[in-house]
Structures are given as C-alpha cells and as structure tokens.
C-alpha cells in the first residue's frame, strides 16, 4: 500500500508564475489535508477537503491559493501569481475519516516550492 | 490565540541516555494529541497519539505523557538512538462542530533532538 504520493517533489518557479502541486492520498482514504511549512518552523494548516468538497479552509489566503480533491485523480494546491515568500514546504496528508479510530494522518514527503 | 509551543529548541543527548521533549498547549478543547517526528527532507512521520481520557501511553521506546491540569505533553525515548536525531513536533487536533474535526492539526515549532555519540 503506497503511502501518500505527493509531486512534485521540488518546484521552482519565477515570480508571477503558477504552481501545481499534486497529492495522491492512500489507498481507502477520502481526507486530504494541506500544510505548509516554513524553514525552522511548525507545519501550519492550510485546507481540508473531502472528495469534490472543501470542508475547512480557514488556513487559506484569501487570495491566489485554491484547493480541490475531484471526484477523480489528485488533490491540488494551486498557487497563481507566485511570490518570493509563498516558498516554502507544502505537505499534504490523508486520512480515512473522521471517526475515532480514524484520526490518523498520514503525511506525503511534501514538494519544497521555491520562488525565483 | 491559541497555540501549541515547545519549551526546547534544541536537545542534545548521549546515545544509549533517555529523551525527554516538552510540549505546552492552550487548547482546552483539544482532545487528542500527536508527536511526530520529522527528519531533514522528509514529512511528518506519527511517532504516536493520546486522547485527552488518557493520562499516559506507551509504545515501542516511546511514552506520551499528558497533564491536562498545566497542560502539558511530553515525549519520552528510552535509549536514544542515532536514528532518533530529527525535529520532533507535538500537534494538537481541534475538534470542531462544524466540520467533524478530521485532522486540522495545530503544530508546535518543533525541537531538534540531537543525539551524541
């Protein structure tokens, strides 16, 4: 059972670019969750999403960052318009549910994002 | 705001000596609680879990501590070992009404454990 698949693993792009960041969850797993961390510091929650809905995107920017999980294929992060200071780790973790034996995230190995 | 903090940046220990990594929240409503580990280049890897109905929980090498009173967690490693040496996060899972909770973590910064030789 693969773990949760995240590409690509390193990302660069120039200022005023779009990025693409894609994460496959585990196999039987309908929870995806976005973080993103700065260097020397915690992960910090992004957006949860279940298959073709965003359950909380609190953690968002308002602006430029959007987030799906389609019915079928990947979860992507999208960031358009890219600046200097939206480089930084993106990692994207999985979960089958909800329940109380099903908290457990799994985490992908994330894709480092670095803008040029 | 609420926020999970760790009293330790850094920890430096011998090989062989237990580890004891702190972890402060403020969370009242938080119900469970995870340590991870995190070596260079990698994500997140669960080290292990507790629920706030439990005190204390053991795993291989590893024991959680909780003290909802100060609140207070704590990652204990027996024998450290040269593999144990990464950053090592306690999070927090903020249950929400509306959302059923799911893994919405809260991270703390993170502590640098070490390990000598």
């Known amino acids: 059972n693969a773990g949760v698949m995240q590409n690509p693993r390193h990302l660069v792009r120039r200022r005023g670019q779009e990025a693409r960041l894609r994460c496959s969850p585990m196999k039987g797993h309908s929870h995806v969750y976005w973080y993103r961390q700065l260097p020397e510091e915690g992960l910090k929650f992004m957006v949860y999403?279940?298959?073709?809905?965003?359950?909380?995107e609190s953690g968002m920017p308002k602006e430029r960052f959007s987030a799906e999980f389609p019915k079928e294929g990947p979860s992507i992060l999208r960031i358009q318009q890219v600046v200097r200071g939206d480089s930084a780790a993106y990692f994207c973790a999985s979960s089958q549910g909800t329940g109380d034996m099903n908290t457990e995230a799994f985490f992908g190995q994330g894709t480092r994002l670095t803008v040029v | 705001g609420e926020s999970v903090g760790l009293h330790l940046p850094t920890l430096s220990v011998q090989e062989g000596d237990n580890s004891i990594i702190n972890c402060a929240y403020s969370?009242?409503?938080?119900?469970?609680f995870i340590w991870y580990k995190q070596e260079s280049g990698k994500g997140p890897q669960f080290i292990i879990d507790i629920r706030s109905n439990m005190d204390k929980r053991q795993g291989q090498r590893v024991t959680v501590l909780l003290n909802k009173t100060v609140k207070h967690l704590s990652l204990q490693i027996a024998a450290t070992q040269p593999g144990d040496s990464a950053v090592y996060f306690c999070a927090e899972n903020i249950r929400s009404l509306l959302t059923g909770g799911g893994n919405k973590l809260t991270f703390g910064t993170g502590t640098q454990l070490k390990v000598e030789l």
């Open positions: 969370n009242s409503a938080s119900d469970y």
């Open positions: 999403l279940q298959k073709e809905n965003i359950i909380d």
